[in-house]
């Protein structure tokens, strides 16, 4: 196993951390690691936010649901896909784009292109002995976070990263069987295999949670994502992409 | 600099690979890598496609307008947008499930949940001496794409990751300014400042094209951009992306 291996394999989402903050330098080795990935087209469709405001921090923990780590830690970066740039381009070069800073294609090209950034600051910070959370819980309120971070049009931001010095080490969640994630040729239809692949999978959640908890969670994974989603959240979401100028034809 | 930023650092798209196929360990490797991403709530809401047979290859890289890298390589990997494993488990759990399934919010989910596994993908290719580029052509017809690969409703092909041993070693295009990219406390909104950094990245690109092709090309960045969204591409993608069941409300 080599040391890209073995980080991206010893990823787990930290969610408490030492009273130190990053460095200007550690901050700027991350996002140019994020810059680094490729991006659809060389369009760039992305940008990155960093909170140290202690008081912007707090109001972005409560958005999530008062979690103490999204104010509490290193550095807190949002991500955000951005076709605003491209918006100012229309102008810069006098052309009419809107049909494409409008379209699906590059609200998913944006959300894409930013998502791959991430990962790839993620790893960095790891690599640099930091740990890190996503904080998708940002876009609870996304109206919110805009008016705090002072978002324009065409950007959105999709998930905050919470990085800094480990003060856990949580385990590793197993995850879904590789032949369950894993197709080959075409999408494995035989409805049968495919329930008996999530029954396994259950089984080994179960299990781990069990062993975790000393049995006070016993709970499956089909059951745990059934009782997730049977209540739907964010469902302001398609307004609000719109409204922001994405994924409206 | 550790091996895992200089990896990050280190990347260009490959678009000629040896004729060297990847073995089973080796593509087990990747997923698994690929896997072990950060996923929201636990969702795991991606599948990846692997396409070995050549005729299969030879239909993707003609969709994606005849680029032979899609075909010769040594492995095709199809990233896909998964919530069809929720519909069934829906089925499992005797619960509707469908308002989270078809809403916005999940759709982006997917799309996240299956980059961040692409980029850890990509990087654990690149480690191990292999090389990838991102194949976003196969949006140019995913109806198609679908039926190559027998996807299933809830499923959306998002885009392809051709692997091999590099045969060629392009050069690093410079990305936008750090400063341009990276904002702090706030979305840089100084429209003049916003300009001037784009006017000093056409520069950089400029020279770059001009270098590079001995003055055949001088294009500058914003002048590519507009170039490119003043076609709009993909414009079928709104109806497809619903009539898969995602993003409808």
């Known amino acids: ?8 394999m010893n990823h787990r989402s930290i969610r408490k951390f030492e009273e130190k903050l990053l460095t200007d330098e550690q901050i700027r080795t991350i996002v140019e690691c994020a810059q680094a990935a490729s991006t659809s087209s060389f369009i760039q469709a992305y940008s990155i936010i960093g909170v140290k405001d202690p008081n912007k921090k707090q109001r972005l923990a409560e958005i999530v649901g008062n979690q103490a780590y999204v104010a509490e830690n290193g550095h ?23 049909t494409s800073l409008e379209s699906t294609e590059k609200f998913m090209v944006a959300t894409i292109d930013a998502a791959l950034a991430a990962q790839n600051a ?18 609870n309120n996304l109206e919110e976070v805009c008016q705090i971070l002072n978002i324009p049009t065409f950007v959105i931001p999709l998930f905050g990263i919470a990085v800094g010095y480990p003060a856990q080490m949580p385990d590793k969640k197993p995850r879904l069987p590789f032949e369950h994630v894993y197709h080959e040729e075409g999408y494995q ?17 179960s ?9 006070k969670r016993t709970d499956t994974w089909t059951g745990q994502m059934a009782n997730m989603l049977e209540n739907p959240k964010r469902m302001y979401m398609k307004d609000f992409v719109k409204k922001q100028g994405f994924n409206q034809q």
Request: aromatic residues 10%.
């Open 76 to 98: 807190f970066f949002v991500f955000c896909g951005d076709l605003h740039r491209h918006q100012v381009i229309s102008e810069i070069e006098e052309k009419d784009l809107s």
């Open 189 to 205: 239809q035989d409805k049968d295999l495919y329930k008996q692949e999530l029954a396994t999978y259950n089984q080994t959640i």
């Open 122 to 139: 993620v790893l960095a910070a790891e690599s640099m002995g930091l740990g890190a959370c996503y904080i998708g819980g940002l876009r």
């Open 1 to 8: 196993m080599n040391p890209v291996i073995e980080t991206i």
């Open 207 to 215: 299990d781990y949670y069990t062993q975790r908890t000393k049995g």
